[in-house]
């Protein structure tokens, strides 16, 4: 079959893949040029001393849309959290909310619906129609308020289940310890945990990129190669070197294409710290998320990671993996206040790695991005990334495959 035309596209990260598996099938040449030396961008994997580490505390919801797109229902190779969540108190104190299996679960259901009011059992359900009806699409309804907001005054919902139910859980997901994001997004993200499941590839969350990359031709993605200039024929790299093409995607961070571009855009980023224990120790029904409920406690999320997928860690050892808001305590006692959720002692812990993305989430996203949701930046150039539809792995590719997509025509 004849080329369709020659596409360059400018980042390996999900946006880009995702623009490449598009445009592959459809009959174009594309050629994705990635300046580090691995794909996948935030989505990474680190193997150190036989621990799998995902840089940053990423998981990935089975039921989302895009993936499903591409990989079908089983496509890929998943190792799943146990149902519902453990809420931390400061003085150590735990309650474990099980989620339940689907609205026919009643005996997973009534335990949940005793902790709440009928009142705010009314406003949960509201809160979980929309989410449900969120699930597929983020709606645009949702889109000009903060998600706190829409718990506090569209759904009236109480400021104890916010504070000591909702906003603990959501930090951890959007990065917002005061909920500032749009309630689309967060209602979207809800959508998908009620419906799915959380899980991670078995050997890390790079096994993602890798398998969207798998569906390519081995020569697609040329690796540590810096793009510094581009124009609608041609992009010039670092080395020197200078590549023609009719099409060219930017799918990189928003600040990135400020650079290469020289427009005067602002873009801002969510960050998160990531650390990484290993014990041995023996530690229970360690596949169950924990969540704290202060804000201001050291350990926003925790899960021993190895008890979701044991290829995370050789064989007789816990590694437990820790997202924290928290940028000012050091691993020390960051690691103390993860052995009090598991009841251990610091000193149980040994310290295997810990990363800080301070470029996980963009601030600004959808309708409300630098761009705008205008990808197209001149006749030949189009811009993609997560800031176009979601702070999301599901919206990620979603930002790939819709450029792909009027670019097919």
Known sequence: ??????????????????????????????TVFEKNDRIGGVVAT??????????????ILDSYPELRRIFGIDGLDLRYFDRGVTYVENDGRQNSVLAPIGIGDVKGLLPLLGEFSL???LALAHISYDAYSSRIEPKPNFASTSFRDYLRKNRRLSERVVDSYIAPFMRGVTLAPNLDVTADFALFVLGNFITGKAAVPDTGMADLPA??????????????????????????????????????????????????????ITAEYRGVRSFYFATEREILNGATLKVAIDPKHPVTTSVVISQVSKSYAPKGVNLISVSSLDFEKSHVEVAEAT????????????????????????TRYGQNSPFGLKQQYSKRIRIVGDYMASPSIDGAIKAGREAAFKLIG
């Not at 099409?247 to 928003?254: F, G, I, T, W």
């Open 339 to 362: 052995a009090s959720m598991y009841g251990l002692e610091g000193k149980d812990l040994s310290i295997v790695r810990s990363y800080f993305v301070d470029t996980a989430l963009p």
């Open 211 to 264: 398998a969207i990359a798998s569906k390519m031709r081995r020569d697609a993605i040329v690796l540590s190669k810096c793009a510094i200039e581009v124009s609608d024929n041609s992009v010039r790299f670092e080395d020197g070197d200078e590549v023609e093409h009719d099409y060219l995607v930017l799918a990189v961070k928003a600040n990135e294409v400020q650079q290469i571009l020289g427009s005067d």
């Open 46 to 59: 680190d193997f150190v001393d036989g621990f799998f580490l995902d840089v940053g505390f990423q998981v």
């Open 119 to 121: 009142f705010e059992k």
């Open 1 to 30: 079959m004849a080329s369709r035309g020659k596409v360059t596209i400018i980042g390996a990260g999900l946006s880009g893949l995702s623009a490449a598996l598009y445009l592959d099938r459809a009959g174009f040449e594309v």
